[in-house]
């Protein structure tokens, strides 16, 4: 059922969404050069600029999974042009929303003082480029759904190289600070944007498009609940850092906190492959039929079990290791590896019927499952533990959540084909 070559274009996927991150890095240690006052400016407005970054990521999501299902059809072509069309529209607006609003934002957070200015001085540079943003990362993921990994891989390490020279130009030798940084980025957006179309064009016949008010509405339905997801992960993970914080609730101590936002760092590296897992599967599985879509889920379980069981494994085994690297000890910290451990094989099989969902157009029903998962169980089971002061407790918010998405989410994908189809244009 799962033939050979399948996960042709996993690493690749995987390998760019780690790009993305070195990029970032790149972007800080650069500015390092220059005091406190530049990175201070930078991260604040990468915190600011949230909805961009959950809209960026949403019509990536939702552009590759409807050209995924739409490859092998006439409009093949045309979809991607509308998809990326569509694309440089949301760009637009949230940078003409960046441009009159960050700004003052940055200086109520922040005060009217050196870490503000800064920001108000480089904001243009920033959205000019956000509509270049948005077209280059739903291209980047329309390329891979279009199998076109390797030649994405190839170009990330050219696009790395160019960023790390841009910068060395713009802040090292022209002296430009914060606005050097970003003057980077809309040279690294441009020539990307450049890249990307001329690959779509020449191997897939990409026209520009406008596309029709059936597929907009579709596009903008499925980005507004893929976004809705999103934003509450985020929102969940936030409040979870001020329950961890509150010094009133249960035995508060400092290590706690600690423990807990050294596990935050860690999870973004332990689910980076779930994540690539969950963005492949969806367009992926957007090519098979209807009828065979649950089979293949429980084979792709089937398969992923000994991987996600060593993997669990062997971060339950590291747990004194990586304590020493995060420098952490104690019962909140071991608890919460072993939970994160417990959590792996369910997270896997949740994900991978997250995929199957997606891949069928039912953004609703995955945002529905993930948001009621962790507002009506996680926190509460954060909040409980941390009342009674019980790590076992406190982190079975990471468990349990997911062991009701994955039943959850498999009901849905069994429903009648008709049912999930109806589900989905909700």
Avoid at 335 to 364: C, D, Y
Wanted: charged share 10%; glycine share 8%.
């Amino acid at each position: 059922m799962i033939e050979s070559g399948f996960w042709r274009g996993y690493w690749p996927l995987l390998v760019s969404i780690g790009s993305t991150q070195l990029v970032l890095q790149v972007d800080i240690v650069t500015l390092g050069w220059l005091g406190g006052d530049a990175q201070s400016a930078y991260v604040l407005l990468t915190r600011l600029s949230l909805l961009d970054l959950v809209l960026m990521t949403a019509m990536g999501t939702v552009a590759s999974t409807i050209v995924a299902q739409r490859r092998r059809t006439a409009d093949g072509a045309t979809a991607i042009g509308g998809a990326l069309f569509l694309s440089a529209i949301g760009g637009l607006f949230c940078g003409l929303l960046g441009f009159m609003f960050y700004p003052r934002l940055a200086a109520l957070v922040a005060g009217e003082g050196e870490v503000a200015a800064q920001i108000e001085t480089a904001i243009y540079l920033y959205t000019v480029a956000t509509p270049l943003r948005f077209s280059v990362t739903a291209a980047i993921l329309i390329l891979h759904a279009l199998d076109e990994g390797v030649s994405i891989v190839r170009w990330k390490l050219i696009e790395g190289a160019l960023k790390i020279g841009a910068n060395l130009l713009f802040i090292g030798v022209l002296g430009l600070g914060l606005r050097g940084c970003f003057a980077s980025g809309l040279v690294v957006a441009i020539v990307s944007s450049i890249w990307c179309w001329r690959l779509l064009s020449s191997r897939h016949a990409a026209p520009f498009h406008i596309p029709s008010c059936s597929l907009a509405r579709n596009f903008f339905r499925s980005t507004a609940w893929e976004s809705q997801r999103t934003v509450a992960v985020h929102f969940a993970v936030t409040v979870g850092v001020m329950l961890f914080a509150a010094p009133w609730l249960g035995h508060y101590d400092i290590s706690r906190l600690s423990a807990y936002a050294a596990g935050q760092t860690l999870m973004l590296l332990v689910f980076a492959p779930l994540l690539a897992l969950t963005r492949f599967l969806s367009f992926r599985l957007a090519r098979v039929g209807d009828d065979v879509i649950a089979p293949l889920v429980r084979a792709l379980w089937l398969r992923g079990a000994p991987v996600s069981f060593f993997a669990a494994l062997v971060l339950f085994t590291s747990r004194d290791l990586l304590g020493d690297l995060y420098g952490q000890q104690g019962p909140w910290w071991s608890s919460l590896i072993v939970a994160l451990a417990a959590s792996l094989p369910l997270r896997h099989a949740a994900n991978v019927t997250r995929a199957a969902l997606l891949s069928r157009g039912a953004f609703a029903e995955v945002a529905k499952a993930d948001s009621v998962a962790l507002w009506s169980c996680a926190v509460p089971l954060l909040a409980l533990g941390l009342a009674a002061d019980s790590p076992p407790l406190t982190y079975t918010s990471l468990i349990v959540p997911e062991a009701i998405c994955a039943l959850w989410l498999w009901r849905r994908l069994t429903l009648p084909r008709n049912s999930v189809r109806a589900n989905a244009a909700l």
